[in-house]
Nanobody, 121 residues
């Protein structure tokens, strides 16, 4: 059973930056595809970014060029560097893991508890 814990959320003004971290335990971290999703109040849980075990990356269009996903397998950690944050990026951000990469939340078996990101205008 894989256990994921996110950290790094907070409140920033628009244009600012945050770096989210997600530490995994309970499995061989390097074997898993890792992803970030986000969910705003009253909305669906949306794909943000993903990285395969081979470090191939995927992004939703609206964050391409502003967000960067990376992983450090020695630390069992995946990161999401978020720059040029916009108010519409405000959401709870969730880390997810599965043996295959995907862009739909139902494709992922393991989830963290979420961390709030708020970008104020």
């Amino acid at each position: 059973q894989v256990h994921l814990v996110e950290s790094g959320g907070g409140l920033v003004t628009a244009g600012g930056s945050l770096r989210l971290s997600c530490v995994g335990s309970g499995g061989t971290f390097s074997n898993y595809a890792m992803a970030w999703f986000r969910q705003a109040p009253g909305k669906e849980r949306d794909f943000v970014a993903a990285i395969t075990w081979g470090r191939r990356t995927y992004y939703r269009d609206s964050v391409e060029g502003r967000f960067t996903i990376s992983r450090d397998n020695a630390k069992n950690t995946v990161y999401l560097q978020m720059d040029s944050l916009k108010p519409e990026d405000t959401a709870v951000y969730y880390c997810a893991a599965d043996q295959k990469v995907g862009t739909i939340h139902m494709e992922y078996a393991y989830w963290g508890q979420g961390t709030q990101v708020t970008a104020s205008s």
